[in-house]
């Protein structure tokens, strides 16, 4: 069924950005509804972001909205996010997700990438 693989992930100082991508291996996810997560030891895993199978509808977490940006290219079966002014509480494992209608994710490993890291220094 293939697999998720992200990228994009790194070192940057509060205030920098990161463009991540998660790309489509084996397996064609262009008609999903798709999602960013951030997972850290304290706060577990909690969604960042989604989008819809068409790109025309997206929301975010609270807590990136204005500074996080979600966006597809159904032609290269991939997704992005965009991070402007990041900061420390930024710092996480992100990983990408296929969703199922109801925007919602599903358990099996094949619908989740293996994450990329991100670490905001102050």
């Known amino acids: 069924q293939g697999h998720l693989v992200e990228s994009g992930g790194g070192l940057v100082q509060a205030g920098g950005s990161l463009r991540l991508s998660c790309v489509a291996s084996g397996r064609n996810f262009s008609d999903y509804n798709m999602g960013w997560y951030q997972q850290t030891p304290c706060k577990g895993r909690e969604r960042v972001a989604r989008i819809s199978v068409t790109g025309d509808y997206t929301d975010y977490a609270d807590s990136v909205k204005g500074r996080f940006t979600i966006s597809r290219d159904t032609a290269k079966d991939t997704i992005y996010l965009q991070m402007n002014n990041l900061t420390p509480e930024d710092t996480a494992v992100y990983y990408c997700?296929?969703?199922?209608?109801?925007?919602?994710?599903?358990?099996?490993?094949?619908?989740w990438g293996q994450g990329t890291q991100v670490t905001v220094s102050s």
């Open positions: 997700a296929a969703l199922d209608n109801d925007y919602q994710p599903y358990p099996f490993t094949p619908y």
